[in-house]
């Protein structure tokens, strides 16, 4: 880009997004723009719409109002398969697994990029291997998914969505199951691929974590309200403190900032 040239449309853009769910309003007039190449965390106390709000982000259902872009076009305006070529869901429930391999559960990732009567090809199962390898599981790719620990089905979802090669990757709870290193290098990894040009939504419940790894945020407060904008500004004791119902002290920890509460 050279200068004068326009600015790329943002990966993801919600104008005026209004959410309704359960008899209520979770949240009125949003708005955000995320570009590629950032990390977006979404807070909020239980029940307060963080879900929902990924849901909506994705296109699986329609805001109560407003806008919503994926890099620049409305999801009506794309086919359900040029879409999921786009943007990837992480549940934070995972469907009910039946017996398969570890591998061929990768390998769904790669559906959106087969034809619709095609079989996987040694490109897609060098992807799927790769995408394993990068949650360090390729060591059980011919493991039967039923076999597993819930880490490692959770790093399995994980790996299917990495194989899914999307440019916007949205995340709701990618560190449930997951002792505490694995925490890390998931949020590590989703952290570099956002370096490499993709971009990230994730739901977390660890306020320390989404302050060390967000370069925006949303907190939602279980009553309407919510705010967005950069991490280190929507990230305030007096704000968190008010949508999670408890004080919480400020510090700082090898220039990070860590939440403690009173």
């Known amino acids: ?4 040239d326009p600015k790329p449309a943002p990966l993801l853009e919600a104008e005026a997004l209004a959410l309704f769910a359960g008899g209520r309003w979770l949240c009125t007039d949003l708005a955000l723009r995320l570009q590629a190449g950032e990390c977006l965390a979404v807070l909020g ?3 307060s719409g963080k879900t929902t709000l990924l849901h909506t982000l994705a296109g699986l259902r329609d805001p109560g109002a407003g806008l919503i872009r994926l890099q620049g076009c409305g999801y009506r305006e794309r086919s359900p398969r040029a879409t999921a070529r786009l943007r990837a869901l992480l549940p934070q429930i995972q469907p009910e697994q039946f017996s398969c391999s570890v591998i ?3 390998l769904v990732g790669r559906h959106p990029h087969v034809g619709r009567w095609a079989w996987e090809g040694r490109a897609d199962i060098d992807i799927a291997h790769a995408a394993l390898a990068r949650v360090g599981i390729d060591r059980l790719a011919h493991r039967d998914v039923l076999s597993l620990s819930g880490g490692e089905r959770q790093r399995v979802a994980i790996a299917a969505l990495l194989a899914q090669q999307p440019a916007l990757y ?3 709870e990618p560190l449930n199951h997951l002792d505490l290193r694995f925490q890390i290098q998931i949020l590590e990894l989703f952290r570099a691929l956002a370096r490499d040009g993709a971009g990230v939504v994730m739901v977390l419940h660890d306020i320390n974590l989404a302050a060390r790894f967000a370069d925006q945020a949303i907190l939602l407060d279980g009553r309407g309200g919510v705010l967005a904008g950069l991490a280190r ?3 305030q004791p007096g704000r968190l403190a008010d949508a999670f119902g408890h004080p919480l002290i400020r510090a700082e920890v090898d220039g990070h900032a860590v939440f403690v509460p009173r």
């Open 1 to 4: 880009m050279t200068p004068g």
């Open 45 to 47: 106390p239980n029940g």
């Open 104 to 106: 061929e559960a990768a």
């Open 170 to 172: 949205l995340l709701d």
């Open 233 to 235: 500004e929507v990230l």
